[in-house]
């Protein structure tokens, strides 16, 4: 069985809009990384409606993109990609496939079916997989600002505090820091 790994850009008051993290080559290689670790990536229908309106022209060659970008963008359209949604079941973009029906059940299956692990990266989603105590490991990429504003990590709430163990804390040169954190015992 795979680990459920939930990574995420945040600032360091919380806001998770992807917007106000820095991106640039070594940000997109963070992720790029990430990513070649995991098995299948995993998002809610926002997350991936935002995500298919770029990346597959990017991987096309029908958007100009530095190196750092067209290679997360070609590994990108590989790897395969679930979603979670209960409004959409056609997802048209190369190897993505439906999770419908029980979350926790549909989620569970699909870790078990990734041995080298699931890459979580929507926030909304990862609230509702924390409630049924789903992740395993966090990959927080910290960014030196402060937003002012939200969408924050978690802002829905959860029913309790989660203890974390710090594996990693690794500053980037871009000023933001990779936090590495599995669940506490």
């Not at 870790?111 to 927080?140: H, M, T």
Request: charged share 25%.
């Amino acid at each position: 069985m795979g680990l459920l790994t939930f990574s995420i850009n945040l600032t360091l008051d919380g806001c998770v809009d992807h917007r106000e993290g820095i991106a640039d080559d070594e940000t997109h290689a963070f992720f790029t990384d990430l990513m070649d670790e995991a098995g299948a990536m995993l998002w809610g229908r926002v997350t991936y409606e935002m995500m298919e309106t770029y990346w597959p022209a990017v991987a096309r060659g029908a958007v100009d993109a530095p190196p750092a970008l067209r290679a997360w963008a070609d590994k990108l359209e590989v790897k395969p990609k679930y979603v979670v949604s209960s409004t959409r079941s056609d997802f048209p973009w190369t190897n993505s496939h439906h999770v419908a029906g029980d979350l926790r059940a549909g989620v569970q299956r699909l870790k078990d079916a990734a041995p080298n692990g699931v890459l979580l990266g929507s926030g909304k989603l990862a609230a509702a997989l924390e409630r049924l105590d789903l992740i395993d490991e966090y990959r927080f990429l910290v960014h030196p600002r402060i937003a002012g504003h939200g969408p924050t990590l978690y802002d829905s709430g959860l029913p309790a505090t989660r203890r974390l163990e710090l594996l990693s804390a690794t500053p980037l040169r871009n000023g933001a820091v990779a936090m590495h954190y599995r669940r506490a015992g």
